[in-house]
């Protein structure tokens, strides 16, 4: 009968041991893909306060264009371009987020264009700006 004891210590620790690691496991693996997720909003985060950035120069550079007295001609060109080339960077950004993730993480990506990270960011994304910009 005593010999039975022992074995029932050694699978109580035993049993005790791999619930721990099996917890400690879950609960790294909820903190892995939550910093992933508060990833995704910094970064979509910063990247609509450079277009901000951005669109205020092309403000100041028309200004400045009709200042010189540039012809209208000229005005339309460079914001028709400006226009293409902040359109080409927003799928650029959202594709290079995309296919930087291995296919494992895929599935965790909420968003697969400019418009839907928009609204990811505007939903998931409001409630840790709005701690951010607290602190």
Known sequence: MEDYTWVLHILV???????CKTFYFLKSVRLGLTTLQVCHVLGL???????????????MKIRSLKEADEPQQVIDA????FDEEILLYKHKCIEQIINIHPDFFKDLIKYH??????RYLNTDGAEFIKKFNKQ
């Open 13 to 19: 620790f035993v049993f005790g041991y791999v619930t």
């Open 45 to 59: 985060y910063t990247i609509v306060k450079g277009l901000e950035n951005y669109h205020f120069c092309k403000i």
């Open 78 to 81: 460079y914001e028709r371009n």
């Open 113 to 118: 264009d400019w418009n839907s990270a928009m």
